[in-house]
């Protein structure tokens, strides 16, 4: 495939040149965006939808329901539909336990621990939910220290298995950085039950983020190697090969005459991220430029048609200072100024609504 046909057909797939109508329909169609940083998850969602989605607009969908934040994959955060939650953990939880296993055991969490946490934490829960603090001061009085991570991979396992997730946004600043903690039972109105959940998740990962492969999805699920050709084999037939071991959807969105050439995408984007090869959206030169860099961090990208052309921060973009531009990469292009003002300027406008 070239590369410029498969630079346009992901753009299509990531709803970046075909937006969606609305925040939780561009978030089903996505499945699962990356949001360790909550603001940048959100604005992914954002960047994948139609006119001026705002920030308000995205938390109000947290506090409906509609949408939840939990550790679906790869022990990394992410926003998905609140209806997805469950039968996506029913494929990647029992993986994320084992990639976990020895730091748990290091930090002395076992089943006994995680028992007492539950029976701590269930019944303050189910009165609203509650901040990460709150929980782990539920942890320190039961005498739990929940410092070195211990507390963090303890609402993680309380995650994985079914119990709790991140729901409504707390209002305590303009960007809202944090979320309550909730119970399943109560938070989630309805689950969605796919009839084969390993194959469901290879379908909805190419719907989102095609052409791709095994490799690829391997690298975004989470998933062994092995799981991953298990799971393209029972999705054969719900999937276009449009060539040696890449896949499309067999249904994609309409793109739309006016979506921007330029787009200023968010720290971790999946666009960038959710690959196990992204030479084909950056320059080899430029990745390290991007990352992941010894911090783990993934910085917001200017992307022209397709291609990664700089990096920008959220606070720089809210001041209106310039991104860094990279120098064009071989048979690369300029990027448009005045586009890429608009592209920031679209995130400003999304932060301040």
Not at 101 to 113: F, H, N, S, T, W
Not at 148 to 154: A, P, S, T, W
Request: charged share 25%; glycine share 10%; hydrophobic share 45%.
């Amino acid at each position: 495939m070239k590369t410029s046909t498969l630079l346009a057909e992901r753009l299509r797939s990531h709803r970046l040149s075909a937006p969606a109508r609305t925040v939780v329909d561009a978030a089903s169609h996505m499945l699962a965006v990356q949001s360790q940083d909550f603001t940048a998850g959100r604005w992914a969602l954002a960047a994948r939808t139609r006119g001026e989605p705002t920030l308000s607009a995205v938390d109000r969908a947290f506090a409906r329901g509609d949408l939840v934040r939990a550790w679906t994959m790869r022990g990394t955060l992410h926003i998905i539909p609140a209806r997805d939650l469950r039968w996506v953990l029913s494929v990647t939880a029992e993986r994320q336990r084992a990639q976990a296993a020895g730091r748990r055991r290091d930090l002395g969490i076992d089943g006994a621990m995680v028992a007492a946490v539950v029976a701590a934490a269930v019944p303050r829960l189910r009165d609203g939910g509650l901040t990460r603090a709150e929980m782990f001061d539920v942890f320190t009085g039961i005498g739990i220290d929940p410092s070195g991570q211990r507390g963090i991979h303890l609402l993680s396992e309380m995650t994985l298995d079914g119990l709790i997730c991140q729901g409504p946004v707390v209002e305590r600043d303009g960007v809202g950085r944090e979320q309550r903690f909730v119970l399943v039972e109560q938070h989630l109105r309805e689950h969605a039950t796919p009839e084969d959940p390993l194959a469901e998740l290879f379908v909805r990962y190419i719907d989102g983020h095609g052409p791709a492969g095994v490799d690829d999805f391997a690298w975004w699920s989470g998933l062994t190697l092995g799981q991953s050709r298990e799971a393209l084999t029972r999705a054969r037939g719900r999937v276009a090969e449009v060539d040696d071991g890449v896949f499309v959807s067999t249904v994609r969105p309409r793109r739309s005459s006016g979506a921007a050439y330029v787009r200023a995408l968010g720290a971790f984007d999946e666009y960038y991220i959710s690959y196990a090869d992204r030479t084909a959206v950056c320059a080899p030169e430029h990745l390290a430029l991007v990352g992941p860099g010894k911090n783990g961090m993934v910085r917001a990208t200017i992307v022209s048609d397709g291609r990664v052309v700089g990096c920008w921060t959220h606070a720089s973009a809210s001041l209106g200072s310039p991104p860094e531009l990279f120098a064009p990469a071989a048979g690369g292009h300029v990027a448009d100024e005045e586009a890429v003002r608009a592209a920031l300027a679209r995130f400003t406008r999304f932060l301040d609504g």
